[in-house]
Nanobody
Framework: QLQASGGGSAQAGGSLKLSCAAS????????MGWFRQAPGKEREFVAGINWNGARKIYADFVTGRFTISRDNVKSSVFLQMNSLNPEDTAVYFC?????????????????WGQGTQVTVSS
């Protein structure tokens, strides 16, 4: 129901844009979020967006570098990542919230995509 894509390799300072295609059942009325998990670390929140895109929240470590957006016509959510650094290397997951709002709490999300690998080299 959620298909993440757009991951790959980038140099430090570079950019990548992740996309998440969602089924209608999990998209238009639900908040969406991006999380990531680096090797040996817990999954962590990256960014969230409410159902109509008017409200966005970010983890402190990405504020000013990453931008979350959505296109409900295309049932898609995006994560534009700029000024990447090696610490951003992780598998990135998109998720659909149980509510209309994005949240930093992973337990608020009931559908998860399969993840897409992002690798940033110095």
């Amino acid at each position: 129901q959620l298909q993440a894509s757009g991951g790959g390799s980038a140099q430090a300072g570079g950019s990548l844009k992740l996309s998440c295609a969602a089924s209608k059942r999990t998209s238009s009325n639900n908040g969406m979020g991006w999380f990531r998990q680096a090797p040996g670390k817990e999954r962590e929140f990256v960014a969230g967006i409410n159902w109509n895109g008017a409200r966005k929240i970010y983890a402190d470590f990405v504020t000013g570098r990453f931008t979350i957006s959505r296109d409900n016509v295309k049932s898609s959510v995006f994560l534009q990542m700029n000024s990447l650094n090696p610490e951003d290397t992780a598998v990135y997951f998109c998720a659909s919230s149980r509510t209309a709002y994005g949240s930093s709490d992973a337990s608020q999300y009931n559908y998860w995509g399969q993840g897409t690998q992002v690798t940033v080299s110095s």
